[in-house]
Structures are given as C-alpha cells and as structure tokens.
C-alpha cells in the first residue's frame, strides 16, 4: 500500500504510544505504574460535568460554527483579560479539538515549504512532527541544564535565519516545567520584533505553578508589537483535567485565525458541542478545584523531587510549574552500560513494570520525563521500583 512521504517521515507521539503500552499491559493483568501521559489523575470537577449535561438536555447535540459557539469565545476572551491582561474581538479566536490541534492548524496556516520554526529543546514531541507535517523545517535549539532549560536571546539570536518564521516558547514547559521571567521574555520577544517573526506561545500549563514569586507571564501582553505577533495557544486539559474532552483555543491576528478557522472547517468541522458548554463552565466557573488539584501536585512534585535527588546518578532541577519531572539519567546510564534513554525506559518497564518516557522524545538523550499527576502511593510504589532498578542495575 502507498503511503505519503509526508506520512513516512512521520514518528508516532511516544508520550501516548508508552501510555498505550502501559494500559495494554494493565489488561494483561501486570500491575504496570504509567507516569507516562501527562494528565491529570483526578475526574473532571463536577460543575463542569453538569454544564455538560446540561448542555445535552438542552438540545445542544448539533454542528456548531468552526470557531466555536460565541458564548465560549466570550468565555475565553474573557480568561484571556482576566488572567493575561490581553483583549481581543472574536474574530481573533478560534476553539479547536484541544491546544494540539490548535497548533496542527497554525503551523498549517502560516508555513511554506522550507520555512523555519525556531524550538527550543527539550521540547514537547509534537511540535517537531507537526511542523514538519506542515512542510516546515525545525531548527532545535539546545538549552542547557546550567541555565535552567530556557533559550537565551543569544541562542535564538544565532538560530535566526532568512528562513525563520516562527518562534516556539512554551512557558510553563512541557517537560521540564521552567518557567520565563517577564524580563526573559522581552529579551526574546525584541529579537523577535527586530527580525518581524511571529511567535507562538503555547501557554497550557499557565496556572500550574507552584512557587510563590515565579509568575506566569504571556509574551503577547508585553506590548503591542509583540501582541500583534503572537498566537497565544493555550486549552482546558491541564488546568480542569479535561484531556478526553478535547478543548483548545487559540488567540492572535485575525486573518491568521480565520485561516485557522477555514482549515478546521474542512477538517473536524467544529469541535464538540457539548464538550464546548463544559468549556464554559470550566473557565467561567469556580476555581476552588483547581487549586485543590494544584495542592496534590505541588506537595507530589515536591516529594518525587526529593527522592529522585537521592537516587545514585539521577540528578533533576526542581521544576517551578507544569507537572513532570526532567531526570538527568546519564550518570545511572554509564554506570549500567546502557547506550540511549529508550534502552533504559524499555527495560525499566520489562523489568520493574514502570512506565516513564524516555528523553529523546524531547530532544535529550540524557534524561527520562515522568509525570507526576498521579497518585502519591503510586508515585511512592513507582519510586521505589525504579530505585530498585538502579541500585540492580549497579556493576
Ligand atoms: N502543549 C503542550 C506543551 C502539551 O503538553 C500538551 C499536552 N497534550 C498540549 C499542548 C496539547 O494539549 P491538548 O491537546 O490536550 O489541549
Ligand atoms: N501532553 C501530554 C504529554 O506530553 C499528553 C500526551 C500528548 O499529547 O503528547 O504527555
């Protein structure tokens, strides 16, 4: 059978292949600990269920328009002047089937063949493939652990081409949940302005911080030339543990949103209906649960911090927001003789069955990413195991 050269260049989402994995293996009856998937543990909270519901009562089962339906623009223009200081009209906004697809659409919208997008690593393993899905070229830009994992102006400064297109920043990150200062950002965001590239600026994991004086800060509402560059992506999964609802959104220049907007029209059509009306409910809504949830990940990273810090030849920065942990594992890899950071994710699950992802799905071969938005005991049962590998491991 044929199949596409845009196809065949394509690696799946190894993030959701090891989640899959784990799940497969649960079924076979092995007690498998997945800290694969970043998503959250909890159930969606209750009053955005009933918005749910509701909705469904009320006939609300139909095609809505491609943007989304205007009460949830409204509801979104309205999180966007709340919690950014940003203002737009609803022609700047368009709902999509979560931020991924939010971001599918507008490196289709706004790439040609051989344009370069600017993304700093590690980065979150879809950006590559859909810009390359786009006909995009990524140019990775490698962050260094001495530096917290954050571009500096001089490495974006040197990665810029006549080619360059766009810049990714994904502040907190996914994965090594580092967050950018308002001053870091304007650094960045001046080159941005001098060498006129639009930014996007994927902000989903914005209300899970979890040090105080480390503050979320949107590029965008840095001043008008950067708000007039920028597309802000951000959705509900992280922050109201709603990743099976499939609700995104993105915000930015009309004409590249209504690109946005003609291509979903073609593709999902809208998003679903009802999962919009518990959108609302999610934003407008109380955010008494969200800061429940955000207690459970702040003390869980905190101790998962810990004692990964304690295991020989692991070594990890205490990451102020999002909620995964970037393990630096070379050293516990030399020690082992193992060569990649799939080698080792591979055989700590054959061996202790604990799922986690190995770096170079993020663009670093020295680390492994777990996820720490699930239960303490098996974060707890999960540590244990994975420090009776390395210690087993030992020569
Ligand atoms: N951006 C980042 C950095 C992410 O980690 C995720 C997680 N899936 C997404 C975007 C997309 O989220 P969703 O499609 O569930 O809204
Ligand atoms: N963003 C989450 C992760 O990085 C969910 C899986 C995915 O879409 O990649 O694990």
Redesign the pocket.
């Known amino acids: 059978m044929k199949l596409s050269r845009r196809v065949q260049q394509l690696s799946p989402s190894l993030t959701l292949a090891i989640t899959a994995k784990a799940k497969a293996l649960r079924l076979e009856g092995k007690d498998v600990i997945g800290l694969g998937a970043?998503e959250p543990d909890f159930n969606t909270p209750r009053h955005i269920m009933d918005a749910a519901v509701a909705a469904m009562d009320a006939g609300h089962t139909k095609y809505t328009p491609s943007a989304g339906i205007p009460e949830l623009k409204q509801a979104i223009t309205e999180k966007l002047k709340r919690d950014n200081g940003l203002s737009y009209e609803p022609s700047q906004i368009t709902v999509t089937v979560?931020?991924?697809?939010a971001?599918y659409d507008l490196f289709q919208a706004v790439l040609d063949e051989g344009d370069e997008v600017i993304i700093p690593s590690p980065y979150?393993v879809?950006y590559i493939e859909q810009v390359k899905l786009a006909g995009g070229v990524p140019v990775v830009v490698e962050t260094s652990e001495d530096n917290g994992f954050k571009m500096t102006p001089e490495q974006l400064k040197q990665a810029i081409t006549d080619r360059t297109v766009a810049v990714l920043i994904?502040s907190p990150s996914?994965p090594t949940g580092m967050v950018y200062s308002e001053q870091e950002l304007r650094a960045l965001g001046k080159i941005c302005v001098d060498r006129d590239l639009l930014i996007v600026s994927?902000e989903?994991?914005e209300h899970l911080i979890y040090d105080e004086g480390v503050k979320h800060v949107s590029i965008a509402a840095l001043g008008p030339e950067l708000y007039e560059r920028t597309v802000v992506?951000n959705?509900v999964?992280?922050t109201y543990s709603m990743?099976g609802w499939?609700i995104?959104f993105a915000a930015g220049p009309a004409p590249v949103i209504k690109a946005m907007t003609d291509l979903a029209s073609h593709s999902t059509s809208n998003p679903t209906s009802i999962a919009q009306y518990a959108a609302i409910a999610a934003l407008s809504g109380t955010h008494e649960p969200v800061e429940e949830m955000k207690k459970a990940f702040r003390q869980r990273r905190d101790y998962v911090i810990d004692r990964v810090n304690r295991i020989p030849g692991f070594h990890c920065l205490k990451p102020p927001g999002a909620f995964y942990a970037f393990i630096n594992i070379r050293g516990a890899m030399d020690q082992a003789g193992f060569k990649t950071s799939d080698e080792w994710s591979t055989a700590l699950l054959e061996k202790e069955l604990v799922a986690v992802v190995p770096g170079s799905a993020f663009g670093s071969d020295d680390h492994i990413r777990i996820s720490y938005a699930t239960s303490m005991d098996k974060l707890e049962k999960a540590l244990d195991r994975i420090e009776r590998f390395v210690k087993g491991n030992k020569k």
Request: positive net charge; without cysteine; hydrophobic residues 25%.
């Open positions: 970043g979560g931020a991924k697809h971001l979150w879809s994904n996914n994927d989903i994991y992506i959705g999964s992280k990743t499939r995104g």
